[in-house]
């Protein structure tokens, strides 16, 4: 990835909803080019979506927690449908160490967090759960500062462009 491809990555990331023509200007790069970066960044499997963010707090799951998931011998496959198959896991890892499994979950209340953690506890493959509620967020999910340490350097930009982020 080089600066225009972060660049196209930031513009959609604070701008979800402009099209090519305005990535162009806030680029400062031709439609076309534009065009053809964000069709290489998806075809590559970088742009993964282009769907908004959701506030889980707004939207009524102001209750989340990460749970470290014990799993018995050979029962990935199981457990990945059953934690697929529950709408309140955000996200499930396979990891190592003393956990088989890290998932994010969210709740509506500490009553439908307990409900969430039985459900997934009672399932024939988890051997043990342990769960730590999330009080606050201090760094959230983000990729963006990465991407643009990374970036290496492009040729391809306007000599007028400056970059003006931080």
């Given at each position: 990835m080089d600066q225009l491809d972060v660049a196209l990555i930031e513009a959609l990331h604070d701008n979800p909803r402009v099209g090519d023509l305005e990535l162009s200007r806030i680029t400062r790069v031709a439609r076309a080019t534009v065009q053809s970066r964000l069709s290489k960044l998806v075809e590559a499997g970088i742009i993964t979506d282009f769907g908004p963010q959701i506030d889980l707090a707004a939207a009524g799951h102001s209750v989340q927690a990460f749970v470290t998931l014990e799993i018995a011998q050979g029962s990935l496959d199981a457990?990945?449908?059953?934690l697929s198959a529950m709408p309140n896991v955000l996200e499930a890892y396979v990891t190592t160490g003393t956990a088989d499994v890290v998932c994010?979950?969210?709740a509506t209340t500490h009553e439908d967090l307990q409900r969430i953690l039985l459900a997934i506890h009672s399932s024939r493959t988890v051997a043990r759960s342990t769960s730590v509620v999330v009080l606050s967020d201090i760094v959230k999910t983000r990729s963006l500062p990465m991407l643009r340490a990374?970036?290496?350097?492009?040729?391809v930009r306007a000599p007028a462009y400056r970059a003006h982020r931080d």
């Amino acid at each position: 990835m080089d600066q225009l491809d972060v660049a196209l990555i930031e513009a959609l990331h604070d701008n979800p909803r402009v099209g090519d023509l305005e990535l162009s200007r806030i680029t400062r790069v031709a439609r076309a080019t534009v065009q053809s970066r964000l069709s290489k960044l998806v075809e590559a499997g970088i742009i993964t979506d282009f769907g908004p963010q959701i506030d889980l707090a707004a939207a009524g799951h102001s209750v989340q927690a990460f749970v470290t998931l014990e799993i018995a011998q050979g029962s990935l496959d199981a457990v990945t449908d059953e934690l697929s198959a529950m709408p309140n896991v955000l996200e499930a890892y396979v990891t190592t160490g003393t956990a088989d499994v890290v998932c994010k979950i969210a709740a509506t209340t500490h009553e439908d967090l307990q409900r969430i953690l039985l459900a997934i506890h009672s399932s024939r493959t988890v051997a043990r759960s342990t769960s730590v509620v999330v009080l606050s967020d201090i760094v959230k999910t983000r990729s963006l500062p990465m991407l643009r340490a990374g970036a290496v350097s492009s040729a391809v930009r306007a000599p007028a462009y400056r970059a003006h982020r931080d």
